[in-house]
């Protein structure tokens, strides 16, 4: 049996710390971005653990509602509208001081057939979009950061997507939208949105071509949003993002990242990882280069819930958290390009206390928050008694 003396002092060992650095939002902020986000969506909000990490303002300043309010959620039959489930996400940024960028007024897809399928006329459609966007972007007035007024409207050569809008009422539509959008919450900033824009090429050009085309209509863009969807292994390069963010905001408007996440065909190997945690770090890393690059946003933060595997089959695990809501090499990744340390080795006060014929060093309690382990009582969810609690709870 033993027993400890009285006598506790705080000395430093030689037990290896990691330290707790700034989360990823904070890290970004730190450099002069705007925020760093994550999308999410309504079912997901009734998991708890998910739900306290996506509310985790060190990693996450800003949200995105993934489906809440597209066409099809908000406008559901003609001029009849629906807000519920957006409002709950709003509700959510607001509570939490996130930023939201809401997600999108006018898309090919997640139409309701109503208007998809519609019997329309140039006038008549002109007047059902402007109608849509009128209505949803004065519900949110004063809420979004930005909106994504026009979403995907190109094919990959860089022409025009033939879908229901340019059909009747042609290229108008896209300036129309903008200039409607600005109408009815002046001060939100209004994108372009689109995948495969996010290295030089037809379709880039395609999307530098609408900034112009909306900006010669004299209507507000202030950005371009690049979503992000990439393939580990086959994401284009650091300096071939870099170019192609130049060339948009050579034209006088703001760049964010707006769905980034990077898949993989299952199972996951170490490699595969390791190489997503790299293509993670080289699109940051683009988006730091540029001072008009105000923000990146992944397509919801954990495997868990990522929209992948539903989209590509045998695709997945393209979030920087696992299933089990723990952070990948990825996480790392992202933090290093954002100028962070997910940790470093350095020493741990600990008290020693003398036990009968010899001492034994026992960590003292530690927070959240700071610099790493401070030795206080409180971690993120409980107390942290041990350096592993305060590991899993504050890294
Ligand atoms: O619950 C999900 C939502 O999460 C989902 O949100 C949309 C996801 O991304 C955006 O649209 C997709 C972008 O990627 C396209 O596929 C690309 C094809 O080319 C490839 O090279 C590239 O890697 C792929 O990403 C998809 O065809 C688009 O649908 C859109 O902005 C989000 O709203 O929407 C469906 C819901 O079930």
């Known amino acids: 049996m033993v027993h400890f003396s009285t006598v506790a002092l705080a000395l430093a060992s030689v037990l290896p710390q990691l330290t707790q650095g700034a989360g990823l939002h904070t890290s970004a902020v730190a450099k002069g971005k705007l925020y760093f986000g994550s999308a999410t969506d309504n079912p997901e909000l009734t998991d708890a653990p998910y739900l306290t990490q996506l509310s985790n303002t060190d990693d996450f300043g800003q949200i995105t509602p993934g489906n809440s309010q597209k066409w099809d959620a908000t406008e559901p039959s003609q001029n009849t509208f629906s807000y519920t489930n957006g409002d709950v996400i709003a509700d959510l940024a607001a509570k939490n001081g996130q930023k939201l960028r809401c997600h999108a007024l006018v898309w090919h897809s997640q139409l309701p057939s109503w208007v998809s399928s519609g019997s329309w006329t140039n006038a008549t459609l002109l007047a059902a979009m402007k109608n849509h966007i009128t209505n949803v972007a004065t519900h949110y007035k004063g809420k979004c950061y930005a909106w994504d007024v026009v979403n995907e409207a190109l094919n990959e050569d ?22 409607t959008a600005a109408a009815a919450d002046p001060d939100v900033k209004l994108y372009y949105n689109d995948y495969n824009i996010e290295s030089a090429g037809s379709k880039s050009s395609g999307a530098q071509r609408i900034v112009k085309l909306v900006q010669q209509y004299g209507a507000k863009i202030d950005g371009v949003g690049l979503q992000g969807h990439f393939i580990v292994g086959s994401t284009p390069s650091q300096s071939a993002q870099t170019t192609n963010l130049a060339a948009f905001t050579a034209l006088g408007v703001d760049v964010a990242y707006t769905e980034l996440d990077i898949r993989m065909t299952l199972p996951s190997t170490t490699a595969l990882l390791t190489q997503q945690s790299t293509d993670y770090k080289n699109t940051v890393a683009a988006c730091m280069a540029n001072t008009k690059c105000v923000g990146i946003t992944i397509w919801d933060y954990t495997d868990k819930y990522s929209w992948v595997p539903s989209t590509f089959s045998g695709q997945g695990d393209a979030c920087p958290w696992d299933k089990n809501l723990v952070k990948k090499p990825a996480y790392a990744g992202i933090l290093a390009a954002l100028g962070g340390t997910s940790s470093t080795t350095t020493t741990l006060v600990t008290s020693t206390t003398t036990a009968g014929s010899g001492a034994t060093s026992v960590p003292l309690y530690g927070q959240c928050g700071g610099s790493g382990w401070t030795g206080g009582t409180t971690c993120a969810s409980g107390t942290c008694k041990h350096i592993n609690d305060w590991y899993s709870q504050c890294m």
């Not at 860089?158 to 200039?179: C, Q, W």
């Open 158 to 179: 860089g022409t025009y997507r033939d879908n229901v809008f340019y059909k009747h009422i042609g290229e108008a539509y896209l300036p129309i939208a903008f200039a």
